[in-house]
């Protein structure tokens, strides 16, 4: 029995000594300038290197030590390195110092982050906090000029309107080029969602996100990285992270701003005078004005100095358990055409919550209302801007009897602004719940389900004042859209260091399910002009309601691997699945590899102390675009009346082998920093060759039907980009400028076949030409023996015809880009931000109209004030005349170079001067921060071009459509006075 008690405490100090010999340290690495945890930090047994692991994406580790281990060190990239004694510790929190000031941040890349100088593909990051204080509507507008490969226009100056975000140029021509937006990891709905066209006013969906809220803005740009998404990430992909909570005490910031926008470049249109010398130049009369002659300036009638303000509240905090976020802001923008505005109420709450070392889970929603009230625009008779451009100023705005004069040739626009309501209202909640639980040391599994809902309603009333209304004696709509969109993301994650060797190893699987249900009834007939709901229309004239509902599956994963740091190499790959494709092509896989080589950490670099880094990367990566409407590949059939009899008819052919459109993308690239980061320099160079287009061929009359949606044709896009950041005086004088050139063309269609007179422009999608190049006559000038315009025969037949038409522009830049400078100088704070575009050609089709001298009845540009009225007068501005040329037959207005324009220019887009309160005020006022400024919005414009404006696009995010001005509402001049407050 002692025996037997002795072998069992012996064995039981064995067990004991066993169990002692290992232990398991925990802990946090957080970086010591921001207070922020830092993922990817190496964590080894100084004695023992085989022993390590690396910190998971919220900067926590786990590491099982042996007793005998004395020392533990901690290394990141770009970080002094840390040793720690272990003692008899269990936890050990670091904070690690930076060793250098540049690329040593962490970036948002799909599924997770990473350092900035470990990336081997072609990311962008953003932080917006340099341009919180120039108060906008859209997050795609808070970027503009901020990065190389993106070009974003303003389409309009409508307030909450459209932008168009294009990625390294265009890669289809009917399935989409807008990027593919993901916010926390949700992929988000985007566009216009209206269902009442306003001709380039287009609602944006991404208004209803508070630009505030964000935190920073990833874009990735190549296909290495962008393959992670797979078929939706040809067009790129935005990586949008808002704001969370830090492990602090509780701090408040509150911020307000108020300012007023104004039209910054009025057209120059003539007064009656010069109008009654013109008609009489045209008909041969002799009409002298008198002093009672009537001169309405109808663009001040229309337009007005509008204010603009923005309020916002902020909290955040926590402790080492939960830590939140909180805002609320309301937004109200007046446009700078009366009656226009944009309203946006709008509130965020970001939770995060720790249980144990193991489980971790959160939450983040957003919610918010917006008001969007419009006016018809562009190519409309009844749009307020346009009609005060066209309308001759003998007109007046009232008759005798103070009733709206409705004599001209187009409709007064002053009761469409006073009258008329076009109100579309917005909700939208957008959040997503979030689990990780870690299941070993560097193995973690997370769980993101996200839920995107978007309503809007839309109410148009024109009523019998109107001319428009006055037609049917009162018009009304009403729309009502529903789109969700329900995302599920589920990852495991592996991180592990291995002496000098890391790897990075992630796995998922996702899938989304998108539902749009629309409505639309259209009414006339009303008995009173304040009776504007369709509930008082004596007659329905339209009614439709529609649902549809599309889903995707996929599977992706990455491996990343690094030797020593110096050795990079990335593989990612998605295999998706959508319901817009048949069984024959329903699933696709999606591929990329990237390497790099950080030459600036060998042995032989060592001595050359200006350079402190230089890395090398490429890589190539396959991603596709299913953007067409759902449904493409199967039989359609649709409802018919025969005779008052309810049936069905075919609409649409079937085509089983319809798939998605594929891009094949390669990318080198080099990355640089001098004297120690204070330079750092950024090059790359790409290739993208886009297959299978989606596009409707022709099909024969016998078939019943018109066309067929199949994959017919290629396109390309290549170019170089380059950024330069330069801390130019340590902590006072920093800047940055981007370049970017694109080129593109289209390498093949169906037959070869082109496609022509696309849109106001003319435009042409060619072969071996850049897409939607603009096509007509090419004007050589002005005949000065006859007045009328000379264009250039160019098959040489005698003869002007459509075959003499030929290529007269590119909407395409040669250059696009910014050039940001920050200053910082005591208490003062200065950012001044460029944007520019080079090269592109812009079609004027207002010209057509205001300088047609006489083909049309509108009121005229000053130009005409150098036409053409005698014999021998040199002159580019031709005849007064409402005839062709006798000869050839054509009009002097006709679509032609005459109306091409040279689109370059420079803008100060932004101007923000800031004065900080120093710390002795705060004090006396119990503050942590006091912050009072200025700022500028397209503050200059140095341009040759004539138009309103150089940026505008009169067709809104139309992807063939594009450089093309036609009456469009201009981009507008803010100048705003903010404070900011941190309690």
């Given at each position: 029995m002692v025996k037997k008690l002795l072998l069992l405490l012996m064995l039981f100090s064995v067990l004991a000594s066993a169990y002692a010999q290992k232990r398991t340290i925990t802990g946090t690495v957080t970086d010591k300038g921001t207070n922020e945890t830092m993922p990817g930090v190496t964590v080894i047994v100084k004695s023992n290197p085989s022993n390590g692991t690396i910190t998971g994406p919220d900067g926590t580790y786990s590491l099982e030590v042996s007793e005998n281990a004395k020392f533990l060190v901690f290394s990141f990239v770009g970080m002094q390195k840390v040793e720690k004694a272990i003692g008899d510790q269990t936890k050990i929190d670091v904070a690690l110092a930076s060793d250098t000031e540049s690329l040593d941040e962490v970036v948002v890349v799909g599924y997770g982050t990473e350092s900035k100088r470990?990336?081997?593909?072609?990311?962008?990051?953003?932080?917006?906090?340099?341009?919180?204080e120039v108060p906008t509507a859209n997050i795609d507008e808070a970027l503009q000029g901020k990065t190389a490969g993106v070009r974003i226009n303003s389409n309009s100056g409508t307030p909450g309107g459209g932008i168009s975000v294009r990625v390294r140029g265009m890669s289809s021509i009917s399935a989409g080029n807008s990027p593919l937006y993901v916010v926390d990891g949700i992929p988000i709905i985007t566009g216009d969602q209206g269902q009442v066209g306003f001709s380039g006013q287009n609602i944006d969906a991404l208004s209803s996100i508070n630009p505030s809220d964000i935190e920073s803005i990833s874009i990735l740009k190549d296909a290495s990285a962008a393959a992670i998404y797979g078929a939706r990430a040809t067009n790129g992909v935005v990586l949008i992270t808002t704001k969370q909570g830090k492990a602090q005490k509780t701090k408040i910031n509150a911020r307000a701003s108020f300012g007023i926008e104004q039209m910054w470049n009025k057209p120059d249109l003539l007064n009656s005078e010069q109008w009654l010398e013109y008609q009489n130049d045209l008909t041969g009369n002799n009409i002298n004005p008198g002093i009672d002659t009537t001169n309405t300036d109808w663009i001040d009638e229309v337009t007005q100095i509008a204010p603009i303000s923005n309020y916002e509240v902020s909290a955040a905090g926590g402790n080492d358990k939960t830590k939140y976020f909180l805002s609320g802001s309301y937004f109200t923008r007046k446009g700078?055409?009366?009656?226009?505005?944009?309203?946006?109420?709008?509130?965020?709450?970001?939770l995060d919550h720790r249980f144990n070392d193991k489980?971790?889970?959160?939450?983040?929603?957003s919610l918010s209302g917006s008001e969007n009230n419009r006016v018809e625009g562009d190519q409309s008779l009844h749009a307020p801007l346009a009609v005060a451009i066209s309308l001759p100023p003998t007109y007046p705005v009232y008759n005798s009897n103070g009733e709206y004069d409705q004599s001209g040739p187009y409709a007064n626009p002053v009761p469409i602004i006073e009258d008329a309501v076009n109100k579309a209202n917005a909700f939208r909640t957008l959040g997503n719940a979030f689990m990780?639980?870690?299941?070993?040391?560097?193995?973690?599994?997370?769980?993101?389900?996200?839920?995107?809902?978007?309503?809007?309603?839309?109410h148009s009333y024109d009523p019998p004042t109107t001319r428009q209304g006055n037609q049917t004696n009162g018009m009304g709509f009403e729309t009502f859209s529903r789109s969700s969109n329900f995302t599920s993301n589920n990852t495991l994650n592996y991180i592990k260091a291995f002496g000098e060797h890391n790897i990075n190893l992630l796995g998922g699987y996702s899938f989304e399910k998108y539902n749009r249900v629309s409505s639309f009834i259209k009414g006339v007939e009303f008995p009173h002009e304040y009776l504007e709901y369709l509930e008082s229309a004596a007659t329905i004239q339209d009614a439709y309601a529609s649902v549809n509902e599309t889903g995707t599956n996929s599977y992706f994963g990455r491996f990343k691997y690094n030797y020593q740091y110096k050795y990079i190499l990335a593989l990612t790959g998605r295999y998706d699945g959508s319901s817009r494709f048949s069984d024959n092509y329903r699933y696709g896989f999606f591929p990329g590899?990237?390497?790099?080589?950080?030459?600036?950490?060998?042995?032989?670099?060592?001595?050359?102390?200006?350079?402190?880094?230089?890395?090398?990367?490429?890589?190539?990566g396959i991603t596709g675009n299913d953007r067409i409407g759902s449904f493409r590949s199967l039989s359609l059939y649709t409802a018919a009346n025969y005779a008052g009899v309810a049936g069905i008819m075919p609409v649409q052919i079937a085509n089983p082998d319809l798939k998605w459109e594929t891009t094949y993308q390669s990318d080198i690239g080099l990355t640089a920093g001098f004297l120690d980061d204070k330079i750092t320099v950024d090059i790359s160079y790409y290739l993208k060759k886009t297959k299978d287009l989606l596009l409707d061929r022709p099909l024969p009359p016998s078939s019943g039907f018109t066309v067929l949606s199949d994959n017919i044709g290629e396109m390309e896009n290549q170019g170089v980009e380059l950024t330069i950041n330069a801390n130019i005086i340590e902590d006072i004088w920093s800047v940055n400028f981007n370049i970017s050139h694109n080129k593109n063309k289209v390498t093949k269609l169906y037959n070869g076949q082109p496609i022509e007179d696309i849109g106001r422009g003319n435009q042409r999608i060619a072969e071996g030409e850049p897409i939607s190049h603009f096509y007509g006559y090419n004007a050589l000038g002005v005949d000065p023996s006859t007045g009328y315009m000379v264009f250039e025969d160019v098959n040489n037949d005698g003869q002007l015809t459509d075959a003499d038409r030929t290529i007269i522009g590119d909407p395409h830049p040669d250059f696009i880009g910014g050039f940001t400078n920050t200053v910082n100088y005591k208490n003062f704070e200065l950012n001044v931000l460029f944007q520019f575009s080079y090269g592109n050609d812009i079609f004027n089709a207002t010209r057509i109209y205001t300088e047609s001298l006489g083909v049309s009845g509108d009121n005229q540009s000053t130009n005409i004030l150098d036409r053409w009225q005698n014999v021998g007068d040199q002159t580019d501005v031709?005849?007064?005349?409402?005839?062709?040329?006798?000869?050839?037959?054509?009009?002097?207005?006709?679509?032609?170079?005459?109306?091409?324009?040279?689109?370059?220019?420079?803008?100060?887009?932004?101007?923000?001067?800031?004065?900080?309160?120093?710390?002795?005020?705060?004090?006396?006022?119990?503050?942590?921060?006091?912050?009072?400024?200025?700022s500028a919005k397209n503050l200059l414009t140095f341009t040759k071009y004539s138009g309103l404006d150089p940026e505008v696009n009169?067709?809104?995010?139309?992807?063939?459509?594009?450089?093309?001005?036609?009456?469009?509402?201009?981009?507008?001049?803010t100048f705003t006075f903010g404070i900011n407050i941190g309690i």
């Open positions: 470990l990336l081997t593909s072609s990311i962008s990051d953003v932080s917006l906090r340099e341009i919180e700078i055409v009366k009656s226009t505005a944009f309203d946006r109420l709008s509130g965020r709450l970001n489980l971790n889970f959160g939450a983040n929603i990780e639980y870690k299941i070993i040391d560097g193995l973690k599994f997370k769980t993101n389900w996200g839920y995107d809902f978007y309503m809007l309603n839309e590899a990237s390497v790099a080589w950080r030459i600036s950490e060998e042995a032989f670099m060592e001595d050359i102390d200006f350079l402190s880094e230089l890395k090398l990367k490429g890589g190539f031709p005849l007064a005349t409402t005839t062709p040329n006798p000869i050839t037959k054509i009009y002097n207005n006709v679509e032609s170079s005459r109306f091409i324009e040279d689109g370059s220019y420079l803008r100060l887009k932004n101007l923000s001067l800031g004065y900080k309160f120093d710390q002795q005020v705060l004090d006396k006022l119990g503050l942590n921060s006091l912050k009072v400024y200025f009169y067709a809104g995010n139309d992807d063939v459509v594009m450089g093309v001005e036609f009456f469009t509402y201009p981009s507008v001049r």
